[in-house]
């Protein structure tokens, strides 16, 4: 079975800091992973989206990630945190492409600090 | 694209009542899928539909759970008998199948079982 740890429930930064978000997955087939966002009171939003194409993926509003087979991890960063990224991330892994059966990891809370 | 819409948005019912949620998906998406979200945690699958057929369930989908789709275009979720554990946010999500386009959650219903 496949699955994903996210290292850190809570974190904070420092407006215009990098951003940092940890995810380790556990897979023995090639993963199909996954950084969504959750606003409070509302729904998922894909922010990218990692299917063996290219290790580094970009995604939006100033996001990216890095596969990394050696560490098995896709680790979520963004260069300068802006106030409006206070949200949940949920890194998720699917076991194929096109397979929207998502295994979530239990999320991170990015707090930014004025 | 209106979006992924789901009906109600919260919903207080007390243990032992029966309840019924909506989920009007993005209309020409033939993918329809149910995730169970708990405090703290991340999105857990549920059950998803391919047009109006039911291709798979979750062991979490108690036989108090039953989920329709009658018509390939809006579903809907019903829990039968609720308890306390059913508490949770209830996310409904579409996609098209095959074009590459991500998975569109709606802004799920809250269920309070009291």
């Known amino acids: 079975a496949q699955s994903v740890t996210q290292l850190g429930s809570h974190v904070s930064v420092s407006e215009g800091a990098l951003v940092l978000l940890r995810c380790n997955y556990s897979s023995s087939v090639p993963p199909y992973l996954f950084w969504y966002v959750q606003y409070p009171n509302q729904g998922l939003q894909l922010l990218l989206k990692?299917?063996?194409?290219?290790?580094l993926v970009k995604g939006i509003n100033g996001f990216e990630a890095e596969f990394k087979k050696s560490e098995t991890s896709f680790h979520l960063t963004k260069p300068s945190a802006h106030m409006s990224d206070a949200a949940e991330y949920f890194c998720?892994?699917?076991?194929?492409?096109?397979?929207?059966?998502?295994?979530f990891g239990t999320g991170t809370r990015l707090t930014i600090i004025p | 694209d209106t979006g992924v819409s789901q009906d109600p948005r919260h919903k207080i019912t007390k243990r032992g009542q029966n309840v019924t949620f909506r989920c009007d998906p993005i209309s020409e998406h033939n993918r329809l899928y149910w995730y169970r979200q708990t405090l703290g945690q991340g999105p857990e699958f549920l059950t998803y539909?391919?047009?109006?057929?039911?291709?798979?369930k979750s062991r979490l989908l108690s036989d108090r759970f039953s989920a329709e789709r009658p018509k390939g275009s809006f579903s809907t979720l019903e829990i039968q008998r609720t308890e306390q554990g059913d508490s949770a946010m209830y996310l409904c999500a579409s996609i098209l199948q095959g074009n590459n386009s991500p998975l569109h959650f709606g802004n799920g219903t809250r269920l309070t079982v009291t």
């Open positions: 998720a892994v699917s076991p194929n492409f096109g397979n929207e059966k998502l295994t």
């Open positions: 539909f391919q047009n109006e057929a039911q291709l798979e």
């Open positions: 990692y299917t063996s194409a290219a290790t």
